[in-house]
Nanobody, 117 residues
Framework: QVQLQESGGALVQPGESLRLSCAASRSIFDFNVLGWYRQAPGKERELVATITSGGFASYGDSVKGRFAISRDNAKNTVSLQMNSLKPEDTAMYYC???????????WGQGTQVTVSS
C-alpha cells in the first residue's frame, strides 16, 4: 500500500510564497509520474504540475511561471514551490503518484492553501 502525505498548506496573503511537500511511503523511483492537483469548493479537481521520473516538468496554464515542482529522490519527496500567490490559488492541494508497475494511481489526503488578505 502506498501512502502520500502532504504538508505545508497555510493561510497566506496575495503575493506571498508557500512551499508544499509530499512524502511517499516508498521510493519515488517506483512512480512514473508525480504531481500536484488542486480542487477549490464547487470546482473540479485540476492539474497544477507534474514531474516524470526523468525530471520533466509540466504545469497547468494558470500556474505557469509562478509555481515550480521538484523531486528529491533521496528523501522520497515531491515539492511544489508556489510564488506570487493569488486568491484564485485557494484550494485543497493533493499529491498524486502513478505507479511504474501497472499504472495504479495514488492520492494523498490533501493540504489546504488559502490566499486571502
Amino acid at each position: 500500500q502506498v501512502q502520500l502525505q502532504e504538508s505545508g498548506g497555510a493561510l497566506v496573503q496575495p503575493g506571498e510564497s508557500l512551499r508544499l511537500s509530499c512524502a511517499a511511503s516508498r521510493s519515488i523511483f517506483d512512480f512514473n509520474v508525480l504531481g500536484w492537483y488542486r480542487q477549490a469548493p464547487g470546482k473540479e479537481r485540476e492539474l497544477v504540475a507534474t514531474i516524470t521520473s526523468g525530471g520533466f516538468a509540466s504545469y497547468g496554464d494558470s500556474v505557469k511561471g509562478r509555481f515550480a515542482i521538484s523531486r528529491d529522490n533521496a528523501k522520497n519527496t515531491v515539492s511544489l514551490q508556489m510564488n506570487s500567490l493569488k486568491p484564485e490559488d485557494t484550494a485543497m492541494y493533493y499529491c498524486n503518484a502513478i505507479f511504474r508497475y501497472g499504472g495504479d494511481q495514488y492520492w494523498g489526503q490533501g493540504t489546504q492553501v488559502t490566499v486571502s488578505s
